[in-house]
């Protein structure tokens, strides 16, 4: 737009000739100045007259503002974002060659310079930029959950208000012939304590006699009941030893004799070990060798 290139360049010269001023030496700032006023009223010849152009240039930094602010609301901010909304502060501030800033456009081009610095933070830091201005969103969320209060407090009002229609005259109320009485209650009888035709008594169990013995296998009674041995205290008396004829020859006799004496002794030390008296059932063991021992000294 060769209107807001001629007036930016123009305000430019104005920035550098305040500068020469306080660097009138300086061959570097002075050649500068001369090439930056030459271009500026190049830019003049190309652009003829034109009506109003403060307010065309302010409706410029208007649409440029907007842009940024909107894609910074809605859809995100990126790079270009801020590189936005940095350019449009220097436009704004380029607007001081007509006049200086009221305090909106000023307030609007410190608020993009803030931007632009806030949102390259923001991508350089791998965060989210936030969108609007500094605690926008906060008082947004807090503006929001007022606001769903507020209407639920109304909605809570409008139903308060709300009352039930009385029914028309002449219509049939509760009790009537068309509202029968509800059923009454329904209650559990307990059960009978006699039995009764429907409750008929358990039948008696009654015990089936042993079966008969088949005939062809009767047993014989037993001659004497059966009784249960007694443990007998005394210890069992040994056997009488066998009688020796009294016509065996003497030599024979007397062999029987000792042996029959030595059998003894063994007999009553085997009934002291079973209960267990071993003193005496060595001094049985020990006559019944004397005696062995003896005979055979004859």
Not at 247 to 272: L, V
Request: neutral net charge.
């Amino acid at each position: 737009m060769p209107l807001v290139s001629y007036y930016t360049h123009l305000y430019a010269v104005q920035l550098a000739m305040e500068y020469h001023k306080q660097n009138s030496k300086n061959q570097v700032v002075r050649q500068y100045v001369i090439t930056l006023l030459n271009e500026t009223e190049q830019k003049k010849a190309q652009l003829g007259e034109v009506q109003n152009p403060k307010d065309q240039f302010e409706s410029f930094c208007t649409a440029l503002f907007v842009k940024a602010d909107t894609e910074d609301r809605k859809e995100g901010s990126t790079k270009l974002t801020a590189q936005t909304f940095l350019v449009t502060s220097y436009f704004i501030e380029a607007m001081r060659v007509f006049e200086e800033l009221p305090p909106d456009w000023e307030e609007k081009r410190v608020y993009c310079k803030w931007k632009a610095n806030d949102i390259s933070k923001a991508l350089k830091s791998g965060l989210v930029p936030q969108r609007g201005g500094p605690g926008e969103a906060q008082a947004e969320n807090e503006q929001g959950e007022v606001q769903a209060e507020q209407g639920d407090k109304s909605l809570e009002k409008e139903y308060d208000d709300l009352t039930m229609p009385s029914p028309p005259t002449g219509f049939p109320s509760q009790g009537s012939d068309l509202y029968p009485p509800p059923p009454p209650a329904q209650t559990r009888l307990p059960p009978p304590s006699q039995p009764s035709e429907f409750y008929p008594p358990p039948p008696a169990q009654t015990r089936m006699p042993p079966p008969s013995q088949p005939s062809g296998y009767d047993l014989p009674p037993p001659s004497q009941p059966y009784s249960t041995p007694q443990p007998q205290n005394n210890p069992p008396q040994p056997s009488k030893p066998a009688t020796i004829p009294s016509g065996a020859p003497k030599g024979q006799r007397e062999i029987r004799a000792a042996i029959e004496k030595a059998k003894k002794e063994a007999q009553y030390a085997i009934q002291e070990l079973e209960y267990k008296n071993v003193a005496p059932a060595i001094k049985n063991l020990q006559n019944a060798l004397n005696i062995q021992m003896n005979f055979n000294k004859k």
